[in-house]
């Protein structure tokens, strides 16, 4: 059994697909879901990583955890993890705990530090900004077909969710991965202006890029975003290190095929967009 927290976003819905078709049973674990989420024969358990004893019966019988970086105990729920019987973990974590140690990150570098130290087999996959994100846009794409966003020449290899869940898959049910730290992200760097111009192909209409001021774009994150986290997102899309903007060969390295480019991620999603 295969425990599967963050179940019904971008990477775990995804992840839960991949471990089905593999043949892997699985509990699928967010703090609302129930069976019509989830693919037939797909145990659902309603947990909150914010809650390490809500987590104990999603935990029953299972080898292998895939932990977001969500709640302050990290600690607490591979304990619990551990008294289980999970023997292996892996971490979704984030790129800027690498190249932008502190600050907005620190939060993300403590889950790591927890895993490290969890006497667990443990792996640990740092995202790039995925290719997800674009779904911000995709109500002003539908009512008029334009897209805005800051920095609108800085390029990012941004990283399709799906190949993030598909190293996921291979770290949780491969050998070869205890102790590995992977760096996921596309094939190859994007400008907002052409993730924008890529939609438009993909739907068949041109979209019309707006670029934003630093101002406008903080002024829109800090809605849904907390301070130090706008600051960091800011920080990485318009002056990336030089990290931050380097293609990773380790989709390629885990999963044997190249990392998918973002002009796939939006055809494959174009109806979102219509």
Do not use: C
Request: proline share 5%; net charge negative.
């Amino acid at each position: 059994m295969i425990v599967v927290t963050g179940a019904t976003g971008n990477v775990g819905r995804a992840l839960v697909r991949e471990l089905i078709e593999a043949g892997q049973q699985v509990t699928a674990v967010a703090r609302r879901i129930e069976a019509a989420n989830v693919p037939a024969g797909v145990r659902s358990v309603a947990a909150d990583l914010g809650d390490a004893d809500s987590l104990s019966g999603a935990l029953s019988g299972a080898k292998a955890l895939f932990l977001l970086v969500a709640g302050e105990d990290p600690a607490g729920v591979l304990a619990r993890a551990k008294a289980a019987g999970v023997a292996r973990v892996v971490l979704l974590s984030s790129q800027g705990v690498g190249t932008r140690p502190g600050g907005a990150y620190a939060h993300a570098a403590g889950f790591e530090q927890a895993v490290a130290a969890s006497g667990l087999e443990f792996t640990v996959l740092r995202s790039g900004g995925m290719a997800s994100n674009a779904f911000a846009w995709a109500e002003p794409i539908r009512a008029h077909r334009t897209a805005a966003a800051p920095f609108a020449e800085v390029g990012l290899p941004f990283v399709d969710p799906d190949d993030v869940a598909a190293v996921a898959a291979a770290v949780l049910t491969g050998d070869g991965h205890d102790g590995a730290t992977y760096v996921l992200t596309g094939p190859e760097s994007t400008t907002p202006r052409q993730r924008a111009e890529a939609i438009g192909r993909a739907i068949g209409e041109p979209v019309t890029f707006v670029e934003q001021t630093r101002e406008q774009a903080h002024a829109q994150m800090s809605a849904f975003m907390l301070a130090p986290v706008v600051e960091g997102t800011l920080s990485i899309l318009g002056e990336p290190t030089e990290a931050e903007q380097a293609v990773s060969p380790d989709v390629e390295r885990v999963l044997g095929r190249p990392a998918t480019p973002f002009a796939a991620w939006a055809t494959r999603n174009a109806a979102a967009f219509r």
